[in-house]
């Protein structure tokens, strides 16, 4: 029977990432102190929705799949995006100046240097796209931001795709093991239509 919307993996990766992302943000430059951080606040997030289930709609398997894929699945994969996208935000995005003032400025400067000394060997619409670029070099840590936010919201989606996924090969097929995407169990009473038959053994002679 499918698990409804509110206790699939999907929602619960939502749920969790929602309680998650003002965590991260709060141990940028505390590796360790995040990864304790993370732990917790599955454990809890997680525990609190599969008691719900367990006493809402009475459904233990379900339950036991949303503890175990929130531990198993989710929580590695979120720890290791995480802390990676800690990283960038603690260097300021990615921007080798940082984003002050007195960095904006410098970059103009050098954009507009270069803009002016390599327009005198192109032509003239590549000299004026060169002078764009230069023109739009102090806003260019809001765009790199803006890029980075929106990359991270992207693996953020994704996680939560793979775990919908995985709510559905539950539902779909039963017998499948539940680690990230892995092919179901072969049942070995049910014979495999693409294995070769076992050699038939030799007539024995009969005696007469």
């Known amino acids: 029977m499918p698990a409804p919307p509110s206790y699939r993996l999907d929602t619960l990766s939502v749920h969790l990432v929602s309680r998650l992302e003002a965590t991260r943000r709060a141990h940028l430059d505390a590796p360790d102190a995040a990864r304790a951080a993370f732990a917790r606040v599955v454990e809890e997030a997680a525990g609190a929705l599969a008691r719900e289930c367990r ?16 531990r198993e699945t989710f929580l ?17 995005f990615g921007g080798p100046l940082g984003d002050g003032p007195f960095a904006r400025i410098v ?3 050098i954009a507009v240097a270069i803009a ?22 102090p806003v260019a840590p809001e765009l790199r931001v803006a890029w980075t936010r929106r990359a991270w919201a992207g693996q953020l989606q994704e996680l939560a795709d793979d775990l919908g996924r995985l709510q559905d090969a539950a539902e779909t097929l039963p017998r499948t093991d539940l ?7 072969p ?3 049910v014979p495999d239509p693409d294995a070769t038959p076992p050699a038939r053994p030799p007539r024995t002679k009969e005696i007469h």
């Open 55 to 70: 006493e809402v709609m009475g459904d233990e398997e379900q339950a036991r799949l949303l503890e175990r894929e929130a």
């Open 76 to 92: 590695p994969r979120y720890t290791r995006m995480a802390l990676a996208q800690n990283q960038v935000e603690a260097r300021g």
């Open 107 to 109: 970059a103009t400067v």
């Open 116 to 137: 002016a000394t390599l327009s005198r060997y192109l032509p003239p619409l590549a000299e004026g796209l060169l002078f764009l670029l230069a023109a739009i070099t």
């Open 179 to 185: 680690e990230p995407l892995r092919p179901a169990i």
């Open 187 to 189: 049942d070995p009473t």
